[in-house]
């Protein structure tokens, strides 16, 4: 990719947008490139059974460099559990800095023994601008070195993620495309335009799924529309729209299908993770010990190796601060060779794609809930048709809803938290009349600051942990989004 780099901030701020159309073009060019299929040294006509695992990165930026909530510096949460080391588990920062380095330099070492290791990554933006801004540049110069260096390209694979960890189903559908496209650009910037155009797959923060139609489809047609090809989603978040039932062959690519009130519909290939977000499944590499009991499937007319998919956080829980990186080696030394290797996602489908499977041989899978949905509408009927039907099927059940699905099946993202979803409404709105029915451009000053602020505040932890000082922190950063937006424009 020819080019002048991008630079990584801009008047203090990370890079988010302004060179919308150069990454975009940078994404397109890597889409005519087969990546991993020559260079990965996987014979797939040999491979029985293959597992691929990622690891998830976040610390959200928090209003809490200084003792007024209002007034206090935006800092990453890493360095504020750094300088408040006897405040709960805050001693385990340095641990958490390692898990977020370690990578890039385990996987060189492994690669340099003449092993296959494979992993992919998945950091949100925040993370990223916390460790720049705490002066841990350490752990992003060891992590530029696996993406850019092409010794280790077939090893490491990058997953696309929203910038400030939102989760779709309740983050406004034109917030969460600036959440997308933010990250791309942040990532150019970090690791370079060559190396955003081969992110493939995306992963949703919380693995939230949106299952209102509407926002389903707004959901895949921004992850279309950014040039992902794949996304990865838990498997009881879908259903199979034949029965409704989860996926009875979750070890298979399927296809993601989303139609909205008006019949437009949207899809996109999807790999299911299977089980629960246990990072115990991950620090214990159990994913590939239970693909070394599968066989290879029919798909299409053909034997494909079926794929064990697993995602978990990187840093958390004693097994994956500590056992992790030992029992990874072990069983990349295992599988390496072996007729089942560990094969990262990209990789896998461009060599599903090679023996002649197309996407659209691939089974149809749609949001939890939907196939009740379209029982009683045909796609079309429109929105007030649908807004009925979603009535009607809550009144009558009060398991069904439409506030989407994620890692676990009790937690909502909507119920309990409208004190936080007021506000984060509220700025989304106001940057909407402010930004762009305005027509501000993305390459402004001004822009950035908003878009930095708006993003910063819709990460789900000031959700996830419900009242308290994460929902303080969210309102606060609302309430700076919308003082910027009515100073500022």
């Known amino acids: 990719m020819t080019g002048d780099p991008l630079p990584e901030t801009v008047d203090g701020l990370p890079n988010l947008c302004g060179a919308e159309d150069e990454v975009a073009r940078a994404v397109a060019a890597g889409r005519e490139r087969s990546l991993w299929r020559a260079q990965g040294g996987v014979d797939f006509t040999g491979v029985r059974s293959a597992c691929t695992i990622a690891l998830h990165m976040h610390q959200p930026l928090v209003p809490a460099g200084?003792?007024?909530l209002r007034t206090a510096a935006l800092i990453g949460n890493l360095q504020h559990m750094t300088e408040h080391p006897a405040v709960g588990d805050n001693h385990n920062a340095p641990v958490f800095?390692?898990?977020y380095k370690r990578m890039g330099e385990i996987?060189?070492?492994l690669v340099r023994e003449?092993?296959?290791p494979r992993v992919m990554l998945e950091y949100s933006g925040t993370l990223f601008h916390g460790l720049r801004q705490m002066g841990r540049g350490d752990v992003l110069d060891a992590l530029k070195g696996v993406t850019v260096d092409p010794a280790f390209q077939p090893h490491v694979e990058w997953l696309g993620a929203p910038w400030g960890h939102a989760v779709a189903p309740s983050t406004p559908v034109q917030d969460y495309r600036r959440h997308v496209r933010a990250w791309q650009q942040h990532f150019a910037a970090l690791f370079g335009l060559e190396a955003v155009g081969r992110v493939r797959g995306f992963s949703p923060s919380e693995m939230a799924l949106p299952n209102h139609p509407d926002v389903a489809h707004a959901f895949v047609r921004t992850l279309r529309d950014c040039g992902y090809e794949w996304v990865l989603v838990q498997e009881h978040t879908v259903e199979q729209p034949h029965d409704g039932r989860h996926p009875t062959r979750p070890h298979l690519p399927h296809r993601?299908?989303?139609?909205?009130?008006t019949g437009e519909t949207a899809e996109i290939v999807a790999l299911v993770k299977t089980q629960g977000s246990d990072t115990k499944l991950v620090g214990q590499m159990q994913p590939w010990y239970e693909a070394r009991g599968l066989a290879r499937e029919p798909l299409a007319g053909r034997e494909v190796p079926p794929l064990v998919t697993q995602i978990a956080d990187g840093e958390n829980g004693g097994v994956m601060m500590n056992e992790f990186p030992s029992k990874y080696e072990e069983v990349v030394r295992a599988a390496s060779g072996s007729d089942v290797p560990l094969m990262n996602a990209s990789e896998y489908l461009e060599h599903v794609w090679s023996i002649g499977v197309r996407p659209e041989d691939l089974p149809v899978l749609q949001p939890v809930h939907q196939r009740r949905i379209w029982e009683r509408m045909t796609p079309g009927d429109g929105p007030a048709r649908l807004a009925q039907v979603i009535g009607e099927l809550s009144a009558e059940d009060p398991r069904f809803h439409v506030e989407g699905g994620s890692w676990t099946g009790n937690l909502s993202w909507v119920r309990g938290y409208e004190r936080v979803l007021g506000p984060m409404e509220e700025a989304s709105a106001l940057f909407h009349r402010k930004v762009d029915e305005t027509g501000?451009?993305?390459s402004e000053p001004r822009h950035r600051n908003a878009l930095f602020h708006l993003l910063s505040s819709q990460t789900s932890c000031y959700r996830y942990w419900g009242e308290g000082l994460w929902a303080d922190y969210g309102r606060e950063?609302?309430?700076r989004t919308i003082?910027?937006?009515n100073y500022d424009f």
């Open 483 to 485: 003082d910027i937006l």
């Open 114 to 116: 003449g092993l296959r």
């Open 66 to 68: 200084g003792r007024d």
């Open 256 to 261: 993601l299908v989303c139609t909205s009130s």
């Open 97 to 99: 800095a390692w898990c």
């Open 440 to 442: 501000v451009p993305t």
């Open 107 to 109: 996987v060189p070492r």
């Open 477 to 479: 950063l609302c309430r």
